[in-house]
């Protein structure tokens, strides 16, 4: 309203009105606004596109996605009186938390990927480990279902940090694992009487970028390299300011614009409410 072009962090606001506010004004202004969802503009995602797009995975029916760290968010306090400043990602009346903070960034590759929004969510959480006055959770679990019958799985933990930032793509025919640095894609071997679709495997094919093995134990090989589509090689911080400043030069819609940051942070609005509600929500009953 003021006239300014906009780069805003993720996540778009705390609560589903706060978001459809925040949308409805960027529609009503001719302003640039960009929302700091950089993995847009990460190569090897656009190149794990490529290949879902392409169907190299058959049918892409779940994505499992893990933010896992042994860092507990806290500041030290110069002044008590200061606590809520320094430290507000551990207080509700700022911060979504880790649904907000980092799972943001995997329910937006997941919007990417099914092309949709999610239309239900249930989830947990609670304090498992940093008893020291916090309100938001040390770990969240999520489980949004989409239009189309897909399903997401998100799960961060702020007490063990083997998993990391995992994002794993599962196909009828193939599987794509993303993480911050790189992405690999595994194929399914087509056993018979399986999910695969028909001709894209040759029967019992394996090989190094393969779940090899037999049954409901496969080996998990060597995966085969996302390599950045051209021209996406730098870095995604660097590729997403830069397409800001693009588009207040020349004109044009970010890749990261208001409705991408609108799909994930109503998602996560509705995720938190059934997180800390402990029901299962329907998107639509807060759409409006």
């Given amino acids: 309203q003021a006239g300014y072009h906009l780069f805003a962090e993720k996540s778009l606001a705390l609560t589903p009105e706060g978001c459809h506010r925040i949308r409805a004004a960027a529609h009503a202004s001719d302003r640039v606004f960009q929302v700091g969802h950089q993995y847009r503009y990460a190569g ?19 994505i499992y996605a893990y933010w896992h760290r042994n860092y507990n968010w806290r500041r ?4 008590p009186s200061l606590e809520r400043l320094i430290n507000w990602r551990l207080y509700r009346e700022w911060s979504g938390g880790l649904l907000a903070e980092l799972g943001s960034h995997h329910i937006e590759t997941a919007n990417w990927i099914f092309g949709a929004t999610p ?20 770990n969240v679990q999520a489980l949004y279902r989409y239009p189309g019958g897909q399903t997401l799985f998100f799960s961060s933990i702020i007490g063990n940090q083997l998993t990391g930032f995992q994002i794993m793509v599962y196909g009828t025919g193939g599987t794509i694992r993303l993480t911050l640095q790189d992405g690999e894609f595994f194929y399914e071997p087509d056993r018979g009487n ?31 390299m996302l390599y950045p589509v051209e021209g996406m090689e730098a870095s995604p911080d660097h590729l997403a300011s830069g397409a800001f400043i693009q588009a207040i030069r020349e004109g044009g819609r970010p890749a990261a614009n208001v ?3 609108w799909g994930s942070g109503f998602a996560v609005a509705i995720g938190n409410e059934a997180i800390y509600s402990g029901r299962p929500l329907l998107a639509a009953d807060r759409m409006s």
């Fill in 44 to 62: 090897w995602y656009h190149e794990a596109l490529r290949r879902i797009r392409n169907g190299d995975l058959g049918e892409v029916t779940h």
């Fill in 76 to 79: 030290p306090v110069p002044d």
């Fill in 119 to 138: 239309e239900s969510v249930m989830g947990t959480g609670g304090i498992a480990f940093y008893r020291d006055g916090r309100e938001t959770y040390d």
């Fill in 194 to 224: 399986s999910a695969v679709p028909a001709g894209l495997r040759p029967p019992g094919e394996a090989g190094s970028a393969s779940l090899e093995g037999w049954g409901d134990m496969p080996y998990f090989g060597q995966g085969e």
């Fill in 259 to 261: 409705d991408v940051g």
